[in-house]
Each structure stands twice: as C-alpha cells, then as structure tokens.
C-alpha cells in the first residue's frame, strides 16, 4: 500500500536513501525548507508500509504572462519501488495543481541528456524536448528542457521545440 501525501519537515530527515542514485540532483537543507515553505502543494511524498519514503517530487510555479508554468525540481523513486508507475503518480499529481490549481500554460522540467530511461518515460507522459541546454549540468553535461502543455494552453504553444540549444545564462527561471 502506498500513501502518496504532502512532504513534511520530519521527511527531510528519512529520505537520504532515496537521493543516492547517481542521476538524483541532491540540495542543502536550505533549498529543500524554501521549496517547503514557498510551495507546499508541489513538494510531495510517496510512503509505503513501515512509513518508508519511496519517492518524492519537488516543484513550484512560476513565469508570467503565458510562461507561467509548473516546474518539476526533482522526482525520484528508490531503486527497489521503480517500475510501480510512482513516478507516473507524483508527475501526475504535480501536473494537476498546475493545471487546476494555479492554471498554468504548462509543466516543464530539466533531466540530463543521457539519462536515456527518464526522458522516454516523461515522453510517455506526453513531454516533448522543448529545447538543449549546452552544459546544464556542472558545467559538464547538456540538458534537455521537456514540456507538457496543460489546459490552459489550447494551441499548445508552449510545446513548439526551438530550433537552437540554448546556453544556461539564456535561461529564463526565478533564482528559487
């Protein structure tokens, strides 16, 4: 049985074990207490028996105009719950309070461009490569954004790929 519900303070202190994979981007406190406190419909929990933290996602809202969109910080699954459709779940959950909640135009996210099974299973979940972010990652590694248009965009604008990478000082995002 999993419990899918708003993450708490008292996580902060159980779900280490969740952020060892390679591919999860990991923050300090401080970043996690503001995603916490500014976005608390954003920032939730996958909890199985015993109260094990399975998996969470992180996020907020942000833009103006028709940029005002949901954002996917983080989502991450331990590696021995993977393949239960909770990534799926959470995603899902994060697309509706954009959509519903706040009414953005759209969802997007950032993953690394090797990270070949989390950008088929966003394309699954309708995400398209909105564009290449050339050395996103420390530097080192290009991104890739990927978008999924909600509601309130109805000619699906937000998903229409540019046609140039994009360096990360382009960028456009609040600083938190």
């Not at 103006?64 to 959470?90: C, D, F, M, N």
Request: aromatic content about 12%; some cysteine; hydrophobic content about 35%.
């Amino acid at each position: 049985m999993t419990t899918i519900r708003r993450f708490c303070c008292n996580d902060l202190l159980r779900f280490a074990s969740v952020n060892l994979d390679h591919l999860t981007e990991t923050f300090n406190m401080s970043f996690y207490m503001t995603y916490l406190a500014r976005w608390p419909d954003y920032f939730q929990v996958a909890e199985g028996p015993g109260n094990r933290v399975m998996g969470y996602i992180m996020g907020k809202v942000e833009g103006q105009g028709e940029s005002w969109h949901g954002h996917v910080t983080a989502v991450t699954i331990a590696p021995e719950y993977r393949r239960q459709q909770l990534a799926k779940k959470l995603m899902n959950l994060l697309e509706e309070i954009s959509d519903k909640i706040d009414k953005a135009y759209f969802v997007d996210l950032f993953v690394r461009a090797s990270n070949t099974p989390a950008i088929k299973m966003y394309e699954k979940l309708g995400y398209v490569i909105y564009r290449r972010v050339l050395r996103y990652y420390s530097g080192e590694e290009d991104g890739l954004d990927m978008r999924k248009a909600l509601s309130r965009d109805v000619e699906k604008k937000s998903m229409i790929p540019l046609k140039r990478p994009v360096r990360p000082d382009e960028l456009e995002y609040d600083s938190i």
